[in-house]
């Protein structure tokens, strides 16, 4: 069961009882920690206690401290330590000890494990099963891992349309965490609007985990195919496009937001999946779940990469009244054969290098959406003109491809091209930026983390970091926080 909970109010005023000698006999130590205080100073974890009370049964032991392991784990990613150096830190310095919330006693390393454990329902014990060995074949630089499955994207449109929601995902507590004790928060600031553009991103996030796993086996050859232990099952090869190299691990899909007012980053959610899942299938499932997290937010825009320029994307957010602002894919840009240009007529028909009106023949369905118009020669409509010698070699003839006017790709809510339309692609490198704080600022590759739970919540913690520096900054500019006034010293001491 759930043991005692010290509500925010009473956190503060036991910070402040507890620092206030040091804070006059000797406020440089003190000052020493100044961002770290005042972040967790201002964290109000009251509302974790109701999302995370139903995982606790009603009897058995207390389950004790959990505010302050929380606590803890903010700190602990502030300031880059791992786990198992953190617990002695903590029981050698006064200071970071109390922030946290601890007073005499506190946890060991295995209650935060516990802790993770109990968010995140995912079982990772190590398994045996057969390793799987790099891939050779490198894809080139800005290429990505095609989808497993033909039409995916647009058979998870169709059914998150009628209503399909993936409320059995392990992290679902977890995001609920981020959303209602951090994102509402900023929300509650203003730092996020509640009419919003939102960019979504992937990024690769490496195991700390061996792809080659533990042998079990007595063969004399080390690369025998024989099933092996892993610590990390979960894990799988995939393609990072920028770096042009094969990783082993998951990806990370985050959909952030740019407050241009403040300047601001800001990550809104977070999901990891497979290392070689597409960003376009994560895409659409990101934002039915980004949906159902912030029932109050008002998405007017979603920017995206060419990883999302598919017609069940632009289906999905044509339903949900959201303008897309997602480039398009550079694949087929070489498939024009012929330099000069064909002109149309007042019905939007294609005129022939000859001057003769092609002949309709037929649409390409919704995965196209698309006109198609052959030579009137070839199909006995016209008869053979000065252009027939240099016109097509082909003896199906020249065919020409137009677009309507209804083509939800081309033809975006916000124009192509537009003033607007390459303002709002341009903030997409927020999510870029909040990518790059996520795994570099505030460690999360480095850390050599190995489990898909671990790795969520160390990429949650970092979010929560990055969301806490914004408000923060924030107080400080509307002066309603000020450190020194805290514990009445002077900013000079």
């Known amino acids: 069961m759930l043991g005692s909970w010290r509500n925010h109010s009473d956190y503060q005023q036991f910070v402040l009882r507890k620092l206030s000698n040091m804070a006059h006999v000797s406020p440089a130590a003190l000052f020493e920690y100044e961002t770290e205080i005042s972040k967790l100073y ?11 009370a139903p995982l606790y049964p009603p009897i058995g032991r207390s ?24 617990v002695p830190k903590l029981k050698k310095n006064f200071v970071l000890r109390t922030i946290c919330g601890f007073d005499d006693k506190m946890p060991n390393i295995a209650s935060y494990y516990d802790f993770i454990n109990r968010i995140v329902k995912l079982d990772e014990r190590p398994r045996f099963k ?56 900023s929300i509650d600031m203003g ?46 090869w995939g393609w990072d496009s920028h770096n042009e190299r094969w990783f082993y691990g998951y990806t990370g899909y985050f959909i952030s937001a740019y407050n241009k007012a403040e300047k601001l980053d800001l990550p809104l959610y977070l999901r990891l999946v497979e290392a070689s899942r597409h960003d376009s299938v994560s895409a659409v499932v990101a934002l039915a779940e980004f949906q159902d997290l912030y029932p109050n937010l ?17 289906e999905l957010l044509d339903k949900w009244d959201i303008a897309a602002v997602i480039a398009l894919n550079s694949t087929n840009k070489g498939n024009f054969k012929y330099p000069e240009y064909l002109s149309l007529d007042k019905n939007g028909t294609p005129i022939c290098p000859g001057g003769n009106p092609m002949i309709y ?6 995965d196209r959406c698309r006109f198609k118009w052959r030579c009137p020669r070839v199909l006995g409509k016209a008869k053979p003109c000065a252009a027939c010698g240099n016109c097509s070699s082909s003896t199906y003839g020249r065919v020409v491809y137009t677009k309507p006017d209804w083509d939800l790709r081309i033809f975006t809510k916000i124009p192509r091209g537009s003033e607007t339309w390459k303002l709002k692609m341009k903030s997409r490198t927020a999510a870029e930026r909040v990518n790059n704080r996520i795994l570099h600022h505030y460690g999360v590759e480095n850390s050599k983390a190995r489990g898909k739970k671990r790795i969520s919540f160390s990429v949650t913690v970092a979010a ?7 408000q923060l900054a924030k107080l400080k500019a509307v002066k309603s926080f000020d450190f020194a006034s805290l514990f009445g010293i002077r900013a000079a001491a």
């Open 42 to 52: 201002i964290l109000d974890l009251d509302p974790l206690r109701r999302v995370i």
């Open 464 to 470: 929560f970091n990055v969301h806490l520096d914004a």
């Open 298 to 314: 008002k998405i007017d825009c979603f920017i995206h990469d060419s990883a999302a320029d598919n017609y069940a994307t632009y």
């Open 191 to 236: 730092l996020v609007p509640q009419t919003v553009s939102i960019s979504g991103d992937g990024t690769c996030i490496e195991t700390g985990a061996s792809h080659f796993g533990v042998k079990t086996c007595e063969c004399n050859d080390f690369h025998c195919d024989c099933p092996r232990r892993f610590s990390d099952p979960n894990a799988t």
């Open 361 to 366: 023949h037929g649409f390409c369905g919704k």
């Open 63 to 86: 389950a004790e401290f959990q505010p302050e392991i929380f606590r803890s784990t903010v700190l602990m990613q502030h300031m880059g330590f791992a786990p198992d150096n953190w």
């Open 130 to 185: 057969n390793k799987k060995r790099k891939p050779r074949k490198k894809l080139g630089k800005g290429k990505k891992l095609p989808p497993k499955h033909p039409n995916v994207v647009a058979r998870l449109v169709d059914q998150i349309l009628a209503g399909r929601r993936f409320g059995n995902r392990p992290e679902r507590v977890l995001q609920e965490i981020f959303a209602k004790v951090c994102v509402q928060k």
